[in-house]
């Protein structure tokens, strides 16, 4: 069975981001939704997902530039130092909620 037939929660997430961001993701956003993926999603379904943006480079749809590890990698620590606002988190939450994201409460 192909990808198509059954997306796996990696390929569902990128089709729910790339609908509630289709001009790509703002910059003032990008801290909370990491913030909320992290807590939405396992270990497994987030690195499967930072492999598809890096596979799919600049034409990920969600940033103007390939995505790289080391992008990821930063970008998840600096949440771990500095949460996001709650009022950030709450209108990531809401945004994916919109497009159909089962996210936790």
Do not use: C
């Not at 929660?9 to 981001?17: G, I, S, T």
């Not at 690195?47 to 799919?56: R, V, W």
């Not at 080391?70 to 620590?77: R, T, V």
Request: glycine share 6%.
């Amino acid at each position: 069975m192909s990808n198509h037939e059954h997306p796996s929660l990696a390929h569902k997430v990128l089709h729910w981001l790339r609908q509630g961001y289709p001009a790509g993701v703002p910059r003032n956003d990008t801290f909370a939704l990491f913030y909320v993926l992290e807590r939405e999603l396992n270990e497994a379904d987030l690195d499967e997902l930072a492999q598809l943006l890096i596979e799919q480079g600049s034409e990920n749809g969600l940033h103007p530039k390939p995505v790289t590890r080391e992008k990821i990698a930063k970008l998840i620590s600096h949440v771990h130092n500095q949460p996001p606002e709650a009022a950030d988190i709450e209108r990531i939450q809401q945004k994916l909620k919109g497009e159909g994201f089962p996210t936790q409460d």
